[in-house]
Structure formats: C-alpha cells, structure tokens
C-alpha cells in the first residue's frame, strides 16, 4: 500500500485474531515507531510487548485495580475485565519515558510517545495487519503501572492491540477536512 493511502485511508479494527504479527512484521512496527518527531532527539518512549500467558497475567493486574477502585465488583465483571487482553494475540504497551531536558517539556515528550504509536498503527495498517489502539482507565491506575513495571514519571500511552483482522471490512474513512482548516492573518 502506497504511503499516502495508509495515512489517508488507515482505519482500527477493534476485533482481532491469531496469528499475531511476525517477527519481521513487528520489526517494521519499532522501526516506523522510532522515526516519531522528537524533539532533542531524546527518544522518550519504551515499549512492551504482552502476548500469550502473559495476557493472562494482565487480565489479573486490570482486576487488581477494578477491584482496589470499586469493592462492589463483581466476580462476572472480574471475568469479562480478565478477558480483555485476550482481545488480540498481541499487545504492544507504549510507554512516555520522559528524559529531563532544558528545553523539551514532559508534555513534548508524551506528545512524541503518542506519534511513535501513531507511526506504529500507520505501519501496521500499511502491512495489513490489524491494529486498535486503546487506553481506557488501566493506562491511569497506579496498580496498572506499577505492575508493569513503570517508573513514577512515565505513563501508558496506550495499549495497541494487533493481530489479523477478523468481521466485516470498515468503510474507507472520511477524509473531509472542511470547517478543521482557516486560513489566518488574510488582510482585507
Ligand atoms: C489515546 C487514545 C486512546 C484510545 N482509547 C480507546 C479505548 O480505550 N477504547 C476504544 O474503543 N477506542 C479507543 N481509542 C480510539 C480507537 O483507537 C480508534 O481510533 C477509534 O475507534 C476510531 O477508529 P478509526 O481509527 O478506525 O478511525 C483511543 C484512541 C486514542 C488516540
């Protein structure tokens, strides 16, 4: 697919199936997510990759926090909650590791942890592969982040689910940008 047509044309599958993307597949992932724009070239993002058990593992850790947030959560919502990384075969975490900087703020630096994981649902997109971006409250909860492994100053950008796209196709997006765009500073 030309590269036009990803960025014009890229949509999210949010059902996704087995196989997960190959080795070489996620190699060009990682390698369209380091060309995110950054500022000071700082590279303030890191990435996990959850696949197999460890979905399970991180059904737990989901429950875990429901539970500390809600004391009323029952054991069906445990259970659907525990399901929820087995949404996909394949789960990259992408993580703002802010690096301190004079110059780039925190905010900068999430801003290019979000463009890394722009440049990986573009990539996926461009090779076929499905890819849904999610976050939702685990990406905010203390048990979430804790669990995996972040440090007090980084914080989950988002949860990208990827795998082979299953159901109907979606229809090609709108692309219409009209009412988005103004022309400024036109005098007279
Ligand atoms: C930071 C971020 C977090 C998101 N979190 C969720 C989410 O938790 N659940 C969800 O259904 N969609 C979420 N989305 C939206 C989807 O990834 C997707 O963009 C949306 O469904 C529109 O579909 P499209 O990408 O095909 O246009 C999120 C998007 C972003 C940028």
Redesign the pocket.
Known sequence: MNALDTLQY???S?RLMDPAPTHEQLDHLFKAAVRAADHGLLRPWRFLTIRGQARSLLGELLVSAARQENSDFSAAQAEKLAGKPHRAPLIIVTIASPKPHPKVPEFEQALSAAAATQNMINAAFALGLGA?????APAYQRIVNQGLGLDENEKII?FLYLGTKTGAE?PK?DADYSGLVHEWGEVG
Do not use: A
Not at 132 to 136: E, F, K, L, P, S
């Open positions: 890229r949509t999210s949010p849904m971006w999610r976050t939702g988002g979606k997006p």
